[in-house]
T-cell receptor, first 114, second 110 residues
Framework: GAVVSQHPSRVICKSGTSVKIECRSL??????MFWYRQFPKQSLMLMAT?????????EQGVEKDKFLINHASLTLSTLTVTSAHPEDSSFYIC??????????FGPGTRLTVL | DAKTTQPPSMDCAEGRAANLPCNHS???????VYWYRQIHSQGPQYIIH???NNETNEMASLIITEDRKSSTLILPHATLRDTAVYYC???????????FGAGTRLAVHP
């Protein structure tokens, strides 16, 4: 399956700052990537679908101006959490779809906002 | 809401088969059954998927009932490293969003 990396794996930032998370598809050209977040002891929730060369599609309740997604190439999508607050602290995970629409996930990025 | 129901937790002895059930009674004809697992503090891992036939790969076997209303994921020889939360998801596979339920927390013990 596809190999997906994320950077950074862990980030701590101050409230009000912006944080960028990178998701790379290392061996697969991904026209579509997905961004999820997971709060402690909860399941994954889809935030948005990232489409190469076009605007991302956000799920209901996810603020597009707060969570900026850029998918400028077939191997890289970025999620920027703008003006982060403690309630944005979460585990952010990206994924790409394989040949049979199975999804391959990155290792996740743990964001802590102080 | 997730379209599947799974037991919240299961135990299995190391070396024995782990059989994880999933009910998906409202599955439609074009929906696949996908299984993923998530080891603590890691991203989920794809395991296997199927439409109506039983499937097997190097990780697991997937048994789907004839009416497709339920399925079972089988880990033939569970190891301690198989301890994880296992998610059963039905999806058309057409870039529809994956809806993760609570999954089954499998604990493999020595």
């Amino acid at each position: 399956g596809a190999v997906v990396s994320q950077h950074p794996s862990r980030v701590i930032c101050k409230s009000g700052t912006s944080v960028k998370i990178e998701c790379r598809s290392l061996d697969f050209q991904a026209t579509t990537m997905f961004w999820y977040r997971q709060f402690p002891k909860q399941s994954l929730m889809l935030m948005a679908t990232s489409n190469e060369g076009s605007k991302a599609t956000y799920e209901q309740g996810v603020e597009k101006d707060k969570f900026l997604i850029n998918h400028a190439s077939l191997t890289l999508s970025t999620l920027t959490v703008t003006s982060a607050h403690p309630e944005d602290s979460s585990f952010y995970i990206c994924s790409v779809s394989g040949d049979y629409n199975e999804q391959f996930f990155g290792p996740g990025t743990r964001l802590t906002v102080l | 809401d997730a379209k599947t129901t799974q037991p919240p937790s299961m135990d299995c002895a190391e070396g024995r088969a782990a059989n994880l059930p999933c009910n998906h009674s409202t599955i439609s004809g074009n929906e696949y059954v996908y299984w993923y697992r998530q080891i603590h503090s890691q991203g989920p891992q794809y395991i296997i998927h199927g439409l109506k036939n039983n499937e097997t790969n190097e990780m697991a076997s997937l048994i789907i009932t004839e009416d497709r209303k339920s399925s079972t994921l089988i880990l033939p020889h569970a190891t301690l490293r198989d301890t994880a939360v296992y998610y059963c998801i039905v999806d058309t596979g057409g870039y529809n969003k994956l809806i993760f339920g609570a999954g089954t927390r499998l604990a493999v013990h020595p």
